[in-house]
Structures are given as C-alpha cells and as structure tokens.
Nanobody, 126 residues
C-alpha cells in the first residue's frame, strides 16, 4: 500500500517557523516530482512548492517565496517544507503529494499528483 504521511504541523504565531516532513512508503518516490499542496478555509487547494527528482528544478509559489523552502532526501523517501516567517494567511491543511511521472513542466498542476497524504494542519495566529 502506497502512503505519504505528513508530520510537523501545529500552532504557530506570526513570525514563527515550522518544518513539515513527509515520508513515503510502499514504493520509492526518488523519480517522482514531490510537492506540497495546501488548502485554506474557504479557498481552493494550491500547489505551494514542488521539487524535481534531482532537486534541480523547483517551484515555489510567489506568496511564500523567500519564506518557504522545499527539500528532499531520496534515500529516506522523504520531502520537507521549511516554513519561516509564518503569516496568518499561511493557515491551511498542508498535503504532501507525489507525481510519479516526474514531469517538471506540470509540477504546478494539482491534477499532476497521483498520490497525496492525509494532510497536517498548520494554524498561524496573529
């Protein structure tokens, strides 16, 4: 059974940092695009950040650029999202996702991701 399991969410205050971790099991994701998707209350899901298998191609959404960093450890089948200088508008459920096709051109598309975790809640208070 293929699984992506997120951890590291929680409550934070404006300006705080959190690090999200996602570990995959059931298959290797070393050749997959790995991404973080979030859904804020009353809003559509959006791709926050994504990373190519070799780590050389990265997408980071403008609203979090300079504050969020995505990284991966293929040996551990893991992907991370370092979130600094958190803002109340970052409040959302964050999902880890994987696109096994590994196509960089579509890494910003929600529909590219076949696998998705259950999500971890991040709440940022002002």
């Amino acid at each position: 059974q293929v699984q992506l399991v997120e951890s590291g969410g929680g409550l934070a205050q404006t300006g705080d940092s959190l690090r999200l971790t996602c570990v995959g099991s059931g298959r290797t994701f070393s050749n997959s695009i790995m991404g973080w998707i979030r859904q804020a209350p009353g809003k559509n899901r959006e791709v926050v950040a994504a990373l190519a298998p070799n780590g050389r191609s990265t997408f980071v959404r403008d609203s979090v650029k300079g504050r969020f960093t995505i990284s991966r450890d293929n040996a551990k089948n893991a992907v991370y999202l370092q979130m600094n200088d958190l803002k109340p508008e970052d409040t959302a459920v964050y999902y880890c996702a994987a696109d096994r096709r590994g196509e960089i051109a579509t890494m910003t598309w929600l529909t590219s991701y076949e696998y998705r975790g259950q999500g971890t809640q991040v709440t940022v208070s002002s």
